[in-house]
């Protein structure tokens, strides 16, 4: 691949501060969860080698989030093998959900205000919900609280207005516009017949996936009514998965020579991934 296909990107990534824990999350829920979750932690090595990040940092980043519940380690003979403890499990089922998936057309036309009790309210931001004062909530669709809920009726003018007022849609919109300048020259060099290495497809796939895991995971995926005219989130969705199907063949094929589980074996494909953004 050109180097200036992937190079914006990279550069990106060495210039934000250290997170190679958070490429572990996306790598495993990208790559490894379809492909049953367990791997070799020489697999992970040989990947992070490829974005110029040391063994003794993963091994680190590895350590910490096994500390935090999030992967669980097993030995056999000398070799380390990773799989997702419970918690990892049921988070990464919730962000596939949200990264992957389209946005549901059922909204019923009005919002609803929840003025829930305490012990609700990390709840609610986690979510999605947004935030008009101080424990007031609102939320694109009725949603289990306790507490009191009222529906949010208006005009387009009157809802966008109070989107815009319960969500940050404008840094959002910021983000999602940095996301497509930033992935607009690899798109283009593949769709310009551009080919990638196996192991330049699986880098690829997994940093388009973390920058647009970022910034989708704290989108509530409002309806198109209340967004802003020329919402920016729109044209990211459609480059990332431009993108990310022009990736998968190459990057699974990384995956079939280099992910091994316990056994020995290779990580046995899941053809689901290639349902994703559709």
Known sequence: ???SALDPVLAALRGA???TWSL??????????????????????????????????VRTAMSRLAADGWLVRQKVGRNSFYRLDAKGEAAFAEATRRIYSAIPADWPGHFALLLPDG??????????????????????????????????QGDAVTLRALAARA?????????????????TPLRDFLAGGGVCTPMEA????????????????RDPRLPDAV?????????????????YRALLPAS???????????????LVRNSEVFQRFS
Do not use: N
């Open 227 to 243: 967004l802003p005219e020329h919402w920016p989130g729109t044209a990211a969705r459609c480059l990332c998965a431009e993108v």
């Open 24 to 57: 572990i999350i996306t790598l495993y829920g990208d790559a490894i969860v379809p492909r049953g979750g367990s791997v070799w932690l020489g697999t992970l090595l040989e990947f992070f080698r490829a974005l110029e990040i040391g063994d003794g940092v």
């Open 202 to 217: 699986m880098a690829a796939r997994v940093l388009l996936i973390h920058q647009y895991r970022r910034i989708v995971l």
């Open 1 to 3: 691949m050109k180097q």
């Open 119 to 152: 012990a609700e309210r990390e709840t609610l931001v986690r979510a999605g919900c947004g935030v008009i004062a101080p424990g007031v909530f609102v939320a694109v669709r009725p949603t289990q609280a306790d507490g009191l809920m009222l529906d949010v």
């Open 252 to 266: 699974e094929a990384w995956l079939d020579a280099h992910a091994i589980d316990e056994t020995g074996a290779a």
């Open 167 to 183: 969500w940050p849609l404008e840094g959002m919109a910021a983000s999602y516009a940095d996301f497509v300048q930033s992935f």
């Open 17 to 19: 501060p250290s997170r």
